[in-house]
């Protein structure tokens, strides 16, 4: 379900699912209560500042803290037993003190690291593990985390410092689907779960001090903390700026030292002063259609439309070329990348046969589209794009939340543009693909899931996972994905670049991530 337009949509499914805090107006008032901000100016030089481009609208906790910022907040907050570096993308032992022992080919053993301890000065033990993958995978909870690690039957606890992970099956991606589980003290948790939604407590390098949801969050280093990725500031401070060219000025006035998703506009504007780097990431801009509602239950109209949008002119004059046009479920970047079966590249006369072929004639649209900045500077040209082949295309935009709860879950919508990412909780591709085809998007949004090709899709998925042999993987993953590009209930149009500018003066060790969010591991004030 998720990024997602990483904020918005999130902050709906968070309400939806758990019914929790997370409003503005608590997560203000709570998290305020629980030290004094040092935002702003002043206090130690040893800072780092940065601008974030979302506001908070949920809480923190990792079973069910989906949105962009609460993600980006968490990695420094929390540890998993095995983390995922946000640069590299590479697992690495976070609160295991080594790499998990594989006992059998569904049993794994996990020691923990030793003294670790949490914000509020309790040990790590192994209880506060089985206690934090239990909760995750209890269905009474509804963690949208749980479809991630669905492979586990159970987690048990060896002694205080070990535990056992046993699998429902060989899962080849277990070890680092381990960093979706964030650990979390038990007896907090129980005291108090929406407590510590606001105001959580985990073991990584930063604790939390005071959220402020529409101004700023602050961070303090953690000064018990023995783990690989120490804090190398003793303060951050992440200014709130939803508003693009607030980021921007903010960078250029030396209030940050760093923003994310600068404006293409403004990205060339910035290298005089700053570093100013792109990355591909996975973040799509995707297509989706109700294939309940005539006529696109039938694929060649939903193909048609593909081929009547032109790619490259939404990218180079939308976008101004940030972004790169879809040839694949995955971008071109994705080490597991390969060109689909079926490219969408622009073909007005194939648009036009397919719809002749599918018997569809004067077609009708209302296009509902986020209203995220940059996806508000795509969308008329589409319109144009269909309207160029007969399909009189009417643009029906707004917030992304109120799109979903309005048109989407209520199937009062025909075909909808936005954007999405769930490459913040992995990078695998089995867990890329799920996201989108396994659950609730196919079953609620697009309504695919009753069919042949969404079992089958299903299927493949379950057989990649299963197998230890790389290229047959590679196969099953390429047969998954040319099934999806011919049948496109929901398919990228795009997969956009992120730009990131920063201050090399001010911050020692800084790397742009591929997903939405800034890392501060391993970085430092100058």
């Known amino acids: 379900m998720f990024h997602f337009d990483p ?13 929790a805090t997370g409003t503005a107006a608590a997560l203000a008032g709570s998290l305020s209560a629980c030290g004094a901000s040092s935002g702003g100016g002043g206090g130690s030089s040893n800072r780092i500042e940065a601008g974030l481009s ?13 949105g962009a910022l609460p993600q980006a907040a968490n990695l420094h907050i929390f540890e998993a037993l095995v983390d995922l570096d946000p640069v590299t993308r590479e697992p690495y032992n976070a609160l295991a003190a080594d790499m998990p022992e594989q006992v059998d080919d569904t049993t794994l053993r996990v020691t923990l690291r030793e003294e670790a301890v949490f914000h509020n000065g309790d040990p790590v033990t192994a209880e506060d593990v089985v206690y934090s993958f239990e909760r995750v995978l209890d269905p009474e909870n509804n963690s949208l985390m749980a479809q991630f690690v669905s492979f586990i039957e159970e987690v048990t606890e ?27 003290p038990k007896a907090l948790v129980e005291e108090d779960q929406r ?19 529409a101004d700023n969050i602050t961070f303090e280093r953690w000064e018990a903390y023995n783990g690989p990725r ?8 992440w200014m709130l700026l939803d508003d693009p060219s607030a980021r921007v000025t903010a960078l250029q006035s030396g209030r940050v030292s760093v923003i994310e998703d600068v404006p293409y506009l403004d990205a060339e504007a910035l290298e005089t002063a700053s570093t100013v780097e792109q990355e591909q990431s996975f973040g799509l801009l995707f297509l989706m259609f109700n294939c309940a509602e005539k006529p696109f239950d039938d694929k060649r109209v939903r193909q048609a439309l ?8 939404i990218v180079e004059t939308a976008m101004l070329g940030g972004g790169a046009a879809a040839t694949g479920f995955l971008p071109e970047s994705h080490p597991d990348h390969r060109e689909a079966g079926t490219v969408y590249r622009h073909d007005p006369d194939r648009a036009r046969e397919l719809l002749e072929e599918a018997g569809v004639d004067g077609l009708e649209i209302d296009l509902v589209a986020t209203n995220t900045g940059w996806v508000k500077d795509v969308v008329p040209l589409i319109k144009e794009s269909w309207d160029a082949v007969g399909v009189t295309t009417t643009l029906d935009i707004g917030e992304s939340g109120g799109q979903y ?7 009062k919508f025909r075909a909808m543009v936005a954007p999405g990412d769930p490459s913040v909780f992995g990078n695998d591709v089995d867990l890329l693909l799920r996201w989108f085809f396994d659950g609730q998007w196919p079953t609620s949004y697009y309504n695919w899931s009753e069919t042949e090709e969404a079992d089958k899709v299903l299927e493949l998925l379950d057989e990649a996972v299963r197998t230890d042999d790389e290229a047959e993987r590679a196969e099953l993953w390429a047969e998954t994905i040319d099934l999806i590009a011919d049948e496109v209930p929901l398919y990228p149009i795009l997969h956009r670049k992120l730009i990131t500018a920063w201050n090399d003066d001010a911050l020692e060790g800084f790397r742009p991530i591929n997903t939405t969010g800034l890392s501060f591991l391993d970085v430092g004030p100058v």
Do not use: C, W
């Open 195 to 213: 407590g510590f939604d606001s105001a959580p407590v985990g073991s990584g390098p930063y604790k939390l001090v005071s959220a402020t949801a």
């Open 405 to 411: 709860a309005n048109k989407v879950e209520s199937g």
């Open 54 to 66: 979302y506001t908070l609208s949920t809480g923190f906790d990792p079973m069910t803290a989906t």
């Open 306 to 313: 593909h081929y009547a949008i032109d790619h490259e002119k």
């Open 7 to 19: 904020g918005a949509m999130e902050r709906r499914r968070f309400l939806q699912f758990v019914g």
């Open 230 to 237: 120490g804090a190398l500031a003793d303060e951050m401070v």
């Open 158 to 184: 060896v002694d205080e410092d070990t535990v056992e992970i046993v699998l429902k099956h060989p899962f080849v991606l277990a070890v680092e689907r381990l960093g979706i589980i964030k650990i979390v």
